[in-house]
Nanobody, 122 residues
């Protein structure tokens, strides 16, 4: 199945850090832009960060700007999201998805994974 496999989530205290990985399964990542999303319980899925297919442009939703960093390693077929200074409101299931457009991250999105749970709590 063509999808992403998200990993790296877990339980962390406020102010802590996690690095999430988004590994492409069944396809080559090189020419896809990728967006990270998150979905908290009872909430709609929210796009939080984007990296273009070449990695030259990134963007972040205001609530994570300055705390999260998106990056890509095409040789490893993987996208990363480095999260620092985590807050309880960051608690959610985190997903990544591919954007076939150029430069991308406006959607539509494909290859959704199962997500990885991030819980920020004392």
């Amino acid at each position: 199945q063509l999808q992403f496999v998200e990993s790296g989530g877990g339980l962390v205290q406020p102010g802590g850090s996690l690095r999430l990985s988004c590994a492409a399964s069944g396809f080559t990542l090189d020419y896809y832009a990728v967006r990270w999303f998150r979905q908290a319980p009872g909430k709609e899925r929210e796009g939080i960060s984007c990296i273009t297919y070449y990695g030259g442009r990134t963007d972040y939703v205001s609530s994570v700007k300055g705390r999260f960093t998106i990056s890509r390693d095409n040789a490893k077929n993987t996208i990363y999201l480095q999260m620092t200074n985590l807050k309880p409101e960051d608690t959610a299931v985190y997903y990544c998805a591919a954007d076939r457009s150029t430069p991308g991250c406006g959607g539509p999105y494909y290859y959704w994974g199962q997500g990885t749970q991030v819980t920020v709590s004392s």
